[in-house]
């Protein structure tokens, strides 16, 4: 059987919701939530939309869009900046804000010692996510997505990046040319299963064909290797070839193996390293990277020239010409 494996934020879901979330409760964390008003959307969109703030982390491998939170935290930690920013942001500077705060974050980043090229990203920064300063910026993410406290920032997670028409139309002509649909998503399961429901696509990505946080989370326990989740290659190999399978391979007791053709779209460095990660473990899978703005144009480079990559796209409209090539 031929299956498209599918990540979900940046890919059909538009990540820009956790985005503004991520900036809202680090900000809202370091107790300059105040100060900004009624200058979010305007703020979000100078990070986002100019400063390709998302890039700090999401370019670094950190997949999670809490990792980001922490980041902006730990950055905030420090007085000066976080003096620089709050004047900056009173004054209605916020391209300054924004600016300071993209430095400092990216000046937390150490790169990995050779000894430990397998480490979670998030330990670059100097953050553990088996801590008590992780737990609570994952506590303060989730509650600004709750809406706890209120702010003025579209945080709809159902957001769908194209319109509803040409979502179906492009997930439909993927079906008619031999594939089966699957979603690799970082989100947990509750929340994944709502947003496909609350937009509708649950006739091409029912349950049973979406991998969500929950299957590393339960294979760490199961196993006591971690972390799991992407960009290792457990996540994708789950979504191939299911649980049991994985498990399998994770414990060196079988190999990876498919019949028909594997191709998963990504558009984070995370997901082209788990992707390369599978193929390390004997894994026939291709990779499509698709345009969402968490990627450099040196990291897609990087990736457009790796074995396996298929091309790297736009728009999800222009999938399934290429998933036609792939089946023949």
């Not at 986002?48 to 700090?56: A, C, E, T």
């Not at 980043?109 to 553990?128: N, S």
């Not at 809406?147 to 492009?170: A, M, Q, V, W």
């Not at 040319?177 to 649950?202: D, P, W, Y």
Request: hydrophobic residues 40%.
């Amino acid at each position: 059987m031929n299956k498209l494996i599918l990540d979900a934020d940046g890919v059909f879901f538009s990540e820009r919701p956790y985005w503004n979330a991520s900036l809202a409760s680090a900000l809202c964390a370091c107790g300059l939530g105040d100060s900004v008003g009624g200058q979010w959307q305007a703020l979000a969109d100078t990070a986002y939309g100019r400063m390709s703030l998302q890039q700090v982390t999401k370019g670094r491998g950190c997949n999670s869009n809490w990792d980001m939170t922490a980041v902006f935290i730990k950055a905030l930690e420090d007085r000066l900046v976080h003096l620089c920013v709050a004047e900056c942001i009173r004054k209605g500077n916020l391209s300054a804000a924004m600016h300071e705060l993209k430095q400092a974050a990216g000046s937390l980043w150490r790169d990995a010692p050779e000894k430990e090229r397998g480490r979670d990203p998030l330990e670059g920064f100097g953050i553990v996510r088996d801590s008590e300063f992780f737990r609570a910026a994952v506590s303060g993410f989730q509650s600004i997505l709750r809406g706890e406290p209120s702010i003025p920032l579209c945080l709809d997670r159902s957001t769908l990046k194209e319109p509803y028409e040409e979502t179906c139309s492009s997930f439909a002509q993927c079906v008619e040319l031999g594939f089966s649909l699957r979603v690799c998503t970082s989100r947990h399961r509750v929340e994944a299963e709502q947003a496909i429901k609350a937009a509708e696509l649950g006739e091409y990505l029912p349950p049973e064909a979406v991998t969500t946080a929950d299957e590393p989370a339960r294979a760490q326990e199961e196993t006591g290797v971690k972390p799991l989740g992407k960009p290792h290659w457990f996540s994708p190999m789950c979504a191939a070839l299911g649980y049991d399978a994985a498990i399998e391979c994770l414990r060196g007791n079988s190999a990876a193996r498919s019949n028909g053709t594997l191709a998963y779209v990504g558009d984070a460095l995370a997901d082209f390293r788990a992707v390369c990660g599978a193929r390390e473990q004997g894994l026939d899978i291709k990779y499509i990277h698709i345009r969402s703005g968490v990627t450099t144009r040196e990291q897609e480079e990087l990736i457009g020239g790796s074995i396996g990559v298929v091309k790297i796209i736009d728009r999800l409209t222009e999938l399934p010409e290429i998933v036609g090539r792939l089946g023949k």
